[in-house]
């Protein structure tokens, strides 16, 4: 459950966290701020009624929580660190002795351990005099994008009598929400994204006209292609998936499986990239292309159903963004799979809405699901994620997918250019 009250007049966490991030944004363009905030973080724990944020890592496990305090990438650590931010006064750190500068990089005072016995009663001490503190657990581990703090330390912590309440919506705050240098890289990125689908379409349609078919790897190159000349990078090449294997949602096509594109065939591309600059974040996008000049009807109903639930989710947000509704990411999950449901197809809706969206692909904040997790953490200003239904049969399948930015403001952004309205005809539009 969120740690957040809700208010349905004007949700405070939200204004908070936009003021917040309002505020670190200006800071990091003067130059003056590292990423990790103190005031901040504190000012966002009083908000939420706690006494304390017990981060906790071990050889990365935690990667949450090495993000929120900045902690590189590179940095080897390989023993158990805690870093304690009370709601009030200096945060304190307990690190192994063998590595004492392992926190350096964030305020406060640090206490070594050596012995077993000696970390147990460093993590009692950190604690003493709380009652109720945020750290990266879910009960039932419900949300595994948030737990990520082993249940035996968890039963450390409460063996002290300290209630542990799920950091979910802190981390959003201070790891997946935006400033505004991110959001201008995300457009700049979701400007050569959405165009890959133009030099991808118009590859395809050469390819077959001149030579009668291409491969999925070669679409899959041309695209990648394209990312370099414009200076994006990718975790992963793009999904370009052929006839049936349009109707894997993870499909990756390689030296087994690469089929061939001719005419007649339906065509779906999934992907992302980003800027290839410290802090980008992607742009992540899907689009569906039928290789003729006009679209066979099952394509086209399908893909149509597919529409109207990407829609449905996104005016969803739309909406309560504008009344000043709290919205969780099930809701939005669940405003698209009832459209989907509805037509007939919930059974070949197998994936969530959407996902957060950040310097990975899948980011850190609040996913759009009621599938696969039910996801109570909260819809908050400066974050960005995916809307990106489907339906999945056994020779085709449709996903349409697009990127949604709620700004400081609270104004709803749909990025990667006007939405896909119908299956695009490639030989006819190419």
Not at 37 to 63: C, E, H, M, P
Not at 339 to 367: K, W, Y
Not at 394 to 417: K, L
Request: proline share 5%.
């Amino acid at each position: 459950m969120s740690a957040y009250p809700a208010n349905p007049q004007y949700n405070l966490i939200e204004r908070d966290a936009s003021a917040r991030l309002s505020n670190l944004s200006q800071a990091r363009n003067r130059g003056d701020l590292a990423i990790f905030n103190l005031t901040l973080v504190q000012s966002a724990l009083r908000a939420a009624k706690l006494d304390g944020w017990l981060l906790y890592d071990f050889r990365g496990l935690n990667v949450l929580a090495r993000r929120v305090l900045n902690i590189p990438s590179d940095a080897i650590l390989s023993r158990r660190w805690f870093y304690f931010v009370p709601a009030n006064g200096e945060p304190r750190k307990l690190v192994h002795q063998i590595e004492p500068h392992a926190l350096d990089c964030v305020p406060g005072t640090a206490q070594r351990y050596l012995r077993w016995q000696e970390l147990e009663a460093g993590v009692q001490a950190l604690l003493k005099g709380c009652h109720r503190v945020a750290m990266e657990y879910v009960p039932r581990n419900a949300n595994p994008y948030v737990s990520r703090v082993d249940a035996g330390t968890i039963e450390l912590v409460r063996s002290f009598g300290v209630e542990i309440v799920s950091s979910g919506d802190l981390i959003q705050q201070f790891e997946a929400c935006w400033d505004d240098e991110q959001w201008a890289m995300h457009l700049e990125a979701a400007k050569h994204t959405r165009s890959a689908y133009d030099v991808a379409f118009a590859f395809i349609a050469e390819r077959v006209r001149n030579a009668g078919s291409v491969r999925e790897t070669e679409v899959q190159q041309r695209i990648l292609d394209h990312f370099a000349a414009h200076e994006l990078i990718t975790d992963h090449p793009p999904i370009v998936g052929v006839g049936p294997h349009s109707g894997d949602p993870h499909y990756a096509p390689g030296p087994d499986s690469d089929s061939p594109i001719r005419e007649g065939d339906f065509v779906l591309i999934d992907l992302w990239a980003k800027l290839d600059k410290p802090r980008s974040v992607y742009s992540d996008l899907t689009w569906t292309g039928f290789v003729g000049t006009q679209v066979p009807e099952k394509y086209e109903a399908i893909f149509q159903i597919v529409a109207r639930a990407r829609d449905a989710a996104i005016e969803r947000v739309r909406s309560a963004f504008a009344a000043g509704e709290v919205l969780h990411g099930w809701q939005v999950d669940r405003a698209a799979r009832d459209v989907i449901e509805r037509a007939g197809h919930g059974a070949a809706f197998c994936h969530r809405t959407g996902h957060s969206i950040g310097q990975e692909t899948h980011g850190n904040g609040a996913n759009m699901d009621d599938l696969e997790t039910h996801e109570e953490r909260q819809v908050l200003p400066r974050a960005c994620f995916s809307v990106e239904p489907g339906i999945y049969l056994p020779d085709f399948g449709v996903r349409s997918e697009v990127n949604v930015f709620i700004d400081a403001n609270r104004q709803v952004h749909v990025t990667g250019g006007s939405l896909q309205t119908a299956v695009v005809p490639i030989l006819k539009t190419y």
